[in-house]
């Protein structure tokens, strides 16, 4: 089956800094999604992505979906506190993945004291 | 954000209890999900319903029962439940055509402690 591999897992990281995570699939995906979710709370979508190539801006977070159709990034530039969390990417195959995602394990965003 | 709602947030309960989760969503949508998410592993897709039709099961255990009554409330039905179901359940909704699925939106979930 289609399989979702998402990294770092983990990112500590200074307030300030530039963060990058990827997800990468085992086959080409039409639609790729990234969330995040804050603990007791369900996933929020940040940004959904259509076609190959597509750059999509979401105030200081930026994801692109790659040429292969294989893969994603998701980017934050000048991290703050408050984009501690977990963030998630999805992707969705052809037509016969019947309304179904897939699911990356997530990055866990840490920052550092 | 109030486009999905989900009750109770938490709930702890005995094996040998039945108890129900319920979903709102209040989005126009037409396709409700449920998930099961646990500690260190990928969310898990168990029911899809699309126009109240269940299009989805993957392989869950029969002590969880969904029910989708409109297109606008999804219900989950627990009985006799394990303690490796202690998990948060999350309810989702899109907008969904030609087996396609769009951006999918999530409720907060319910924490679920089975004792």
């Known amino acids: 089956g289609q399989q979702l591999n998402q990294s770092p897992q983990s990112m500590f990281i200074q307030e300030g800094e530039d963060v990058s995570m990827n997800c990468t699939s085992s086959s080409i995906f039409n639609t790729w999604l990234w969330y995040k979710q804050e603990p007791g709370e369900g996933p929020v979508l940040l940004i959904a992505?259509?076609?190959a190539g597509e750059l999509t801006s979401n105030g200081r977070l930026t994801a692109q979906f790659g040429i292969t159709r294989k893969d994603s990034f998701l980017n934050i530039s000048a991290s703050i506190p408050s984009d501690v969390g977990i963030y998630f990417c999805a992707g969705q195959g052809g037509m016969d993945s019947n309304y179904q995602l897939i699911w990356g394990a997530g990055t866990k965003l840490i920052i550092k004291p | 954000e109030t486009g999905v709602t989900q009750t109770p947030r938490h709930l702890v309960m005995g094996m040998t209890n039945k108890k129900s989760l319920k979903c709102e969503q209040h989005l126009g949508h037409n396709a409700m999900y449920w998930y099961k998410q646990s500690a260190k592993k990928p969310l898990e897709l168990m029911f899809v319903y699309n126009f109240k039709e269940q299009t989805e099961n993957n392989s869950v255990p029969s002590r969880f029962s969904p029910e989708c009554p409109n297109s606008s409330h999804l219900f989950l039905h627990l009985h006799t439940l394990q303690p490796e179901d202690s998990a948060l359940y999350l309810c989702?909704?899109?907008?969904?055509?030609?087996?396609?699925?769009?951006?999918?939106?999530f409720g907060p979930g319910t924490r679920l402690t089975v004792t």
């Open positions: 989702a909704s899109s907008q969904a055509r030609a087996r396609m699925v769009y951006e999918q939106y």
């Open positions: 992505l259509y076609k």
